[in-house]
């Protein structure tokens, strides 16, 4: 959910600094292909069937890469990671669209030729500032952060099983498949945001024994 949000967050960003402001001329970028971006990476996700954590995971690395490849460009806000200059005549929309492209090809390559044809089409509708520049400052954009959550502890996927001899308050495997805990691993998975993962973390129940 945390990383859910950080993506939201991020995309809200792109979408504050897209509007015109009066006093900066530099450039804009529409909101429009952003959305699109995002609603097209849920949809791939989607096909994939994944579970949420690694759902999360990838919502919040295209997002990263669209938000750095866009401030490359137009400098409205402090890099996340990756930061480029002198990019000024770049086109920010083909920017987001290769950066969102990037990221979805590398992890869903059974899907790379509707990726491809996603961004085609968004290729098409850009209008202003240079498309091949834009092209390359989003390819290096989502290289950036593919390398920076490389083996960030995401994978592989450990199992909690339940004890053989349950106690009470041990947890227990629940119908109807009677399956095992999933993503053990996520409590050490590298952080993308919080420098601890117990910042916002929740005191622990009270004991069964107690009667509070």
Known sequence: MKKALFAVAVIITILGACKKDPKNNKGKISADIVISWSKFSIQTIKNKSLNTNLTTRILAIE??????????????????????????????????????HDVLCNYFASQT??????????LKTIKTGNIEEGRKVGAAAALDIIALRHNDGCEPN???????????????????????????????????????????RLQPPHSISTNE
């Open 158 to 200: 450990q199992e909690y099983l339940s004890p053989s001899n349950l106690q009470a308050g041990q947890y227990r495997a629940t119908p109807p498949y009677f399956a095992p805990g999933i993503n053990l691993q996520w409590r050490s998975v590298k952080l993308f945001l919080l420098s601890s993962a117990t910042m916002f």
């Open 113 to 122: 030729g509707a990726i491809d044809s996603a961004l085609n089409e968004s």
């Open 63 to 100: 997002a990263v890469a669209v938000y750095d490849a866009v401030n490359s460009i137009l400098q409205f806000g402090s890099p996340y990671h990756y930061n480029s200059v002198n990019n000024q005549s770049a086109s920010p929309e083909a920017a987001a669209a290769q950066a969102a």
